[in-house]
């Protein structure tokens, strides 16, 4: 069965850092840019970066400078690790292809930032 499985949040106070990652099928992973996605509490899902085979990056305005995406092709593993954190960055965080694929969302991973 193909599936993603998030790991690596928590609480984290502002200008903390955490690192997160999501194990991939092996059958998808080789093939497709990757992302990670986060929904802030009461708004809809968005896109942070993605990160193609090659290593080439994309991140929104709000975490450039802040986040690294990056994957490790050998252990079908996808990380974000955030520094700086704010409490805008409080939210369900996901990993999926780019685009998205519906049988792909697992149960993310909670990060809040909070003092």
């Known amino acids: 069965q193909v599936q993603t499985v998030e790991s690596g949040g928590g609480l984290v106070q502002p200008g903390g850092s955490l690192r997160l990652s999501c194990a991939a099928s092996g059958s998808i992973f080789s093939i497709y840019m990757m992302g990670w996605y986060r929904q802030p509490p009461g708004k809809p899902r968005e896109l942070v970066a993605t990160?193609?085979?090659?290593?080439?990056?994309y991140y929104i305005d709000p975490v450039k400078g802040r986040f690294t995406i990056s994957r490790d092709n050998a252990k079908n593993t996808v990380y974000l690790h955030m520094d700086s954190l704010k409490p805008e960055d409080t939210a369900v965080y996901y990993c999926?292809?780019?685009?998205?694929?519906?049988?792909?969302w697992g149960q993310g991973t909670q990060v809040t930032v909070s003092s």
């Open positions: 999926n292809t780019y685009p998205a694929a519906i049988a792909l």
């Open positions: 990160v193609t085979n090659d290593g080439s990056t």
